[in-house]
């Protein structure tokens, strides 16, 4: 089995949540690291995939907001740093569509979590190494990771919404 490198320059981990029931609210971890093995990129079903998202280096582009997300409110970043995934099935869809279930972590809480994947294709950069693209979106209740802090509205409805889109997309290469 090949191990293949996650191009962060060109790679981003994120998510989105509706913020007052009206709008969205996105975001990123800018540190994470990411484990692929397969024989073949091409074809995922024998793919490994792991991948580690340090939640201290979430960024929704207001320190506020990253500052209260790191706290015991929500991800309580000084007593689970991490969240993780491990693949566990693959299975192809189609040609270039993919199912990855596996289990997240969050605040120690597993669950198991499907993301809907698909291969963008393939290419050669100008250094003549062959590189993979990819994305990947699944959606979770929050509530049930333990990500229960909120706040009711005057005008009815709550601040934070329950269900949180991941979002991953990458650029994968050969191991040197």
Do not use: C
Not at 5 to 33: A, N, P
Not at 54 to 78: C, G, Q, Y
Not at 118 to 142: M, Q
């Amino acid at each position: 089995m090949a191990k293949w490198v996650v191009d962060k320059s060109h790679s981003q981990v994120g998510f989105e949540v509706k913020h007052m029931m009206v709008s969205k609210v996105r975001g990123k971890f800018d540190s994470y690291t990411a484990e692929v093995e397969a024989e073949n990129l091409e074809d995922l079903t024998t793919a490994n995939i792991a991948f580690t998202f340090d939640v201290a280096s979430i960024n929704t582009a207001s320190e506020a907001r990253d500052n209260h997300l790191k706290s015991a409110d929500f991800f309580d970043v000084e007593k689970f740093p991490n969240i993780t995934f491990q693949s566990k099935e693959i299975t192809k869809k189609d040609d270039n569509e993919y199912e990855v279930t596996g289990d997240l972590t969050i605040k120690d809480v597993t669950k198991p979590v499907t993301f809907e994947v698909e291969y963008n294709g393939k290419g050669k950069n100008p250094w003549g190494v062959d590189v993979y693209g990819f994305e990947a979106e699944a959606k979770i209740n929050r509530e049930e990771f333990g990500l229960t802090w909120n706040a009711a509205l005057e005008t009815g409805g709550v601040l934070v919404g329950k269900d949180i889109k991941i979002k991953v997309e990458l650029e994968v290469n050969p191991e040197a």
